[in-house]
């Protein structure tokens, strides 16, 4: 697959925040979903590619073409902000029409679009309709209309259902990830939501104090975070640090945390690990490196991954704990417990709401925690530093 927008060693400077070293792609026909805090320089990257902010450094290139020396309208980009943005004193077919009148289309060519797009928005019916009488969700597809009525190479999203109530959110996000299955546009989409991310995004990009931290699929991010930093923005609680890698059979690392043994099978979850993407020996090479040497790293689990049950489960025989619930937490469909190991470890599980009232459990419950070893994962950060070289090895 081709990319179609190329961020080249991008630095830019506003104030007293940096983006620097921007290196990645963006494929044609993908929807990329740049995620991470406020203030990290998530919509700093949409101006940059849209052309509201030149860089100070690098390239932007779009469909194959070097473009950011070019102005906004020269881009072939559509902008959909946070805010709609719609013209008031016109009605919604001339929002939409907008852009097509200053190209000085004719009458018919834009008759024929704007109709269209309409249809495909499901947005026929208001098209005499003022934006003063739209709700929300009508206005923030009439913004969309009126950014993909041009047809641009890339659509660029701004945390546009940010300012709208939950349950709106979450029928325009369901209906945004069936428009793009149908169209292939590719749309660039900042948010902080992480629901909203993972139902969209086919790669997530995070981003740290104006660094790339990771770029993946969600299930990647979520799952195999490279920093903690990553493990910890998308809600990873049960992170750990300095663990000591005690053994390994060339497949499971033994770790000593906090008195306990945990159990991780690292040639499972971190075949990524290689000298090359087709080098399918990188983890041989790898763990031959490993093998025997001691050393801290960080280790993370996804509480939804943790089970928790009033007896020990019979089908397992290592990563299962014995604790004492301190904290409860009503989530709505799912209860938070936090339970205590010992003194210095503190396991947090997230169970479904049906089974957790069914299980009767209250605060002080003795209960019983497992996990697979394939559900534990080693942050890369701390692993690479075990092995002299293998920072070099791609990830």
């Known amino acids: 697959m081709r990319d179609m927008v190329v961020f080249k060693n991008i630095e830019f400077t506003i104030g007293t925040f940096s983006l620097h070293d921007v290196n990645f792609s963006i494929r044609d026909g993908e929807y990329f979903v740049i995620l991470g805090p406020s203030g990290n320089g998530k919509t700093q990257l949409l101006k940059l590619l849209a052309g509201l902010n030149r860089p100070k450094s690098g390239e932007i290139w779009i469909d194959g073409t070097r473009r950011d020396h070019l102005p906004p309208e020269k881009r072939d980009i559509g ?93 325009l996000t369901l209906e945004a990830r069936e428009l793009h299955d149908q169209l292939k546009q590719t749309t660039v989409h900042v948010t902080h939501n992480q629901e909203e991310a993972i139902t969209l995004a086919d790669r997530l990009c995070i981003l740290e104090n104006g660094t790339v931290k990771m770029i993946d699929t969600p299930d990647k991010v979520f799952r195999s975070p490279t920093s903690t930093f990553v493990a910890s923005f998308v809600c990873t609680e049960n992170i750990y640090s300095d663990a000591v890698v005690k053994s390994d059979d060339g497949d499971v690392l033994q770790l000593q945390y906090a008195d306990n043994e945990v159990f991780c099978n690292y040639k499972k979850t971190h075949t990524k690990i290689a000298v090359s993407e087709s080098d399918d020996r990188g983890f041989f090479h790898f763990a031959r490196e490993l093998s025997g040497i001691t050393g801290k790293v960080t280790f993370a689990i996804r509480p939804e991954v943790v089970s928790m049950q009033t007896s020990p489960p019979d089908d397992m025989k290592r990563n299962v704990f014995k604790g004492v619930i301190v904290k409860i937490f009503d989530r709505g469909i799912m209860f938070q417990s936090n339970i205590k190991i010992n003194d210095n470890f503190l396991i947090v599980n997230l169970t479904m709401r049906k089974r957790f009232l069914n299980m009767n459990l209250e605060k002080g419950s003795e209960v019983y925690v497992s996990f697979e070893d394939t559900d534990v994962h080693i942050i890369d950060d701390t692993i690479k530093s075990l092995v002299p070289g293998l920072s070099a090895m791609k990830i």
């Not at 009458?107 to 098209?127: D, Q, R, T």
Request: net charge positive.
């Open 79 to 171: 902008y959909v902000f946070q805010d709609q943005v719609l013209f008031p004193h016109m009605n919604v077919y001339d929002n939409i029409a907008f852009s097509l009148k200053l190209q000085k289309q004719s009458k018919s060519e834009i008759k024929e679009k704007v109709e269209n797009m309409a249809g495909i928005l499901g947005i026929s019916y208001m098209l005499n309709r003022s934006p003063v009488n739209l709700s929300g969700g009508e206005k923030q597809r009439v913004a969309l209309a009126r950014a993909m009525v041009m047809g641009p190479k890339v659509l660029i999203m701004d945390e546009p259902y940010a300012a709208l109530d939950r349950n709106l959110q979450e029928r």
